[in-house]
Nanobody, 121 residues
Framework: LQLVESGGGLVQPGGSLRLSCATS????????IGWFRQAPGKEREGVSC????????VYADSVKGRFTISRDNAKNAVYLQMNSLKPEDTAIYYC???????????????WGQGTQVTVSS
């Protein structure tokens, strides 16, 4: 594990959380950073990705308009701002680094340990 996620927690439906992804091992701005999530009994799925070269971002349809990925190169960190959270967003969220944004999670070389997000009233 090379990355560290933080910012998860328990939030009510409609609430917001901001997840952080950081590392002291390498410089994140040279990598595409993806956010993934895995709910109990389900496959790990891609949520969003930020390209290193073009600055472009991609989002899963399920989170478009609600989640925003961003970078702070000075802090060597990537964030996932999650608004209008729904119970179905409940999962462990992981960040991962790769040379570019891939749809296949196996292409990501570095992963964090994950942070739990629970959306419940």
């Amino acid at each position: 594990l090379q990355l560290v996620e933080s910012g998860g927690g328990l939030v009510q439906p409609g609430g917001s959380l901001r997840l952080s992804c950081a590392t002291s091992r390498f410089t994140l701005r040279f990598y595409a950073i993806g956010w993934f999530r895995q709910a109990p009994g389900k496959e790990r799925e891609g949520v969003s990705c930020s390209s290193s070269s073009t600055g472009s971002t991609v989002y899963a349809d399920s989170v478009k308009g609600r989640f925003t990925i961003s970078r702070d190169n000075a802090k060597n960190a990537v964030y996932l701002q999650m608004n209008s959270l729904k119970p179905e967003d409940t999962a462990i969220y992981y960040c991962a680094a790769a040379l570019k944004c891939y749809s296949d999670r196996d292409e990501y070389n570095y992963w964090g340990q994950g942070t739990q997000v629970t959306v419940s009233s």
